[in-house]
């Protein structure tokens, strides 16, 4: 991905008696639908987005970051990222020493409006502006961990299973249920069934429920509208699909929709979850989700 970087000064004032855990702020845009090369550093880092939406991959988890959250990758994580929607987004990495954030595990944190205002102030000022000990000090106590949800739609490995599940990953509107499945890939319902249970930890619904909301948070972000993305994964009325959407990932569909800069450097962020993975409970009322 390309940033047009206003790059904040690496090294700290031998003069001044605060050494900053700060070594960079690369802040600037973000190309549409490029990838970074999967890599790894001993520097902790922040990616955070103002109004690009990243898919990342870090710590063998995928996470969508939307306009204003991030995500914290310790140092030595292997990580990568594809930017869906283009827009403007800012990485910190911080000194692999000193570093007062401990967090073993990749880790989504949401970027309010203080913290995104510090990140910017301290864009600007040098390590020994007498603002940056403070400044620092409160950008370290907001960033508070979310819950971490994963979106990684997990295939079976056995071969019937993994058929029908490459077909739900490459249309998530097929609306063929289970028996239908079974009788494709020359399986009872009940082997299928079991199968998906014991490769995926989810039943077929609850594990198709899973695809659908993945892509239907990929095609969001992508600028699709709310009634041609729940007809491309399998709804017929796009209420149907807002109630499976919020069920799944606890927010609406318009949370995922790109949003267009603000004034100013940086945008104000709009409120967002990650998708979590659907729970066994979801199982009954996911087959009534699709009419």
């Known amino acids: 991905m390309r940033m047009e970087a206003n790059r904040y000064r690496a090294t700290a004032n031998p003069e001044s008696t605060h050494r900053s855990p700060i070594l960079r702020i690369d802040s600037g845009t973000a190309d549409g639908h490029q990838r970074l090369p999967t890599h790894s550093h001993p520097e902790p880092m922040l990616m955070w987005t103002a109004t690009a939406t990243v898919m990342g991959i870090a710590g063998s988890r995928e996470w969508l970051i939307p306009p204003g959250y991030g995500l914290w990758i310790p140092g030595g994580v292997e990580h990568t990222g594809t930017v869906l929607h283009a827009g403007e987004m800012s990485i910190v990495t911080f000194a692999a020493e000193g570093c007062p954030i401990t967090w073993s595990e990749p880790t989504g944190i949401e970027v309010g409006t203080l913290l995104r205002e510090l990140v910017a102030h301290l864009d600007v000022v040098g390590p020994a502006h007498p603002t940056r000990p403070h400044a620092e000090a409160l950008m370290f106590a907001l960033l508070t961990p979310l819950a971490t949800q994963d979106v990684h739609a997990a295939v079976p490995t056995d071969p019937r299973a993994r058929a029908v599940a490459e077909r739900l990953l490459a249309d998530p509107a097929d609306q063929r249920e289970l028996a239908a499945w079974a009788d494709e890939v020359h399986a009872s319902v009940r082997t299928l069934s079991r199968l ?24 969001l972000a992508g600028g699709a509208s709310v009634s041609s993305t729940a007809r ?35 945008s104000t962020p709009p409120d967002l979850r990650s998708v979590r993975q659907p729970s066994p409970s979801d199982d009954a009322s996911s087959r009534l989700r699709s009419t």
């Open 232 to 266: 491309a994964v399998g709804y017929r009325r796009p209420s149907a699909f807002v109630d499976a959407f919020r069920r799944s990932t606890g927010q609406t569909p318009g949370t995922y929709l790109p949003r267009s800069a603000g004034r100013g450097r940086l």
């Open 196 to 219: 998906f249970r014991a490769e995926t930890g989810l039943s077929f619904a609850s594990w198709r429920t899973q695809v659908r909301m993945r892509a239907a948070a990929r095609l």
